[in-house]
Nanobody, 134 residues
């Protein structure tokens, strides 16, 4: 079993920044960071869960949904044990629950084009709340 653990959420004012982190739980038995792509998703009050960014760690490729381009950056640490989502110029409409997930490359491509990731995600985290006030 693999549990993904998100952290770094919180409350900021519009224009502020946050860095979210995603790492396997201590009880994880699968090294998802070397076998899967890692994606960040969010669910807001007005939208269903949607992908914002993904990285396929072994190749280093990154994928962004249009809503995240220019403001969000996905990256990994050198040990390949943590994936980060750096969010800048935050807007109130960015408020929501942010989840990380592990899936195949189809998940990453679907995130970039706004397609369905339902069949491509294998593991989900529990989410971390981001609140942006105006």
């Amino acid at each position: 079993q693999v549990d993904l653990v998100e952290s770094g959420g919180g409350s900021v004012q519009a224009g502020g920044s946050l860095i979210l982190s995603c790492a396997p739980s201590e009880t994880a038995t699968v090294n998802v960071f070397t076998n899967y792509c890692i994606g960040w998703f969010r669910q807001t009050a007005t939208t269903e869960r949607e992908g914002v960014a993904a990285t396929c760690i072994e190749g280093g490729a990154t994928y962004y949904h249009n809503s995240a381009k220019g403001r969000f950056t996905i990256s990994q640490d050198s040990a390949k044990t943590t994936v980060f989502l750096q969010m800048t110029s935050l807007k109130p409409e960015d408020t929501g629950m942010y989840y990380c997930a592990a899936g195949d490359s189809g998940m990453a491509i679907a995130i970039m084009f706004g397609g369905s990731t339902q069949s491509s995600v294998t593991y989900w985290g529990q989410g971390t709340q981001v609140t942006v006030s105006s």
